[in-house]
């Protein structure tokens, strides 16, 4: 499968758009810590990875790297897209809870 980046752009913008019209500007990032699964085990579903292979990710962490891109602090750079994963993974999963 492809993906063009202009489609994946046109989706993530009728989304934001979407929460701004249903009046959320806003997300209260009420959790911080979470289980990260190393990229090297995060799709071999059939084996999943030992105990000792997870890692701590942190929101307020990634947070504060994509807005150092926001604000223009720091160029971007494409890992940045792997925070900005875990902080939409968040609001997508607290939105519909």
Known sequence: MRIQLSDLRRAADALFDH???????EI???EDFYWNIPEKRLYSVYSPP???????G???DDWNEV????SGQ???IAYTLVWL???LRFIGSKLVS
């Open 85 to 87: 994963s875990s902080l």
């Open 19 to 25: 929460l701004e019209r249903t009046g959320r500007t």
């Open 28 to 30: 209260d990032l009420t």
């Open 74 to 76: 720091r160029p971007p």
């Open 58 to 60: 942190q929101l307020s």
């Open 67 to 70: 807005a150092k891109i926001a």
């Open 50 to 56: 030992p105990e000792s292979e997870l890692t701590v």
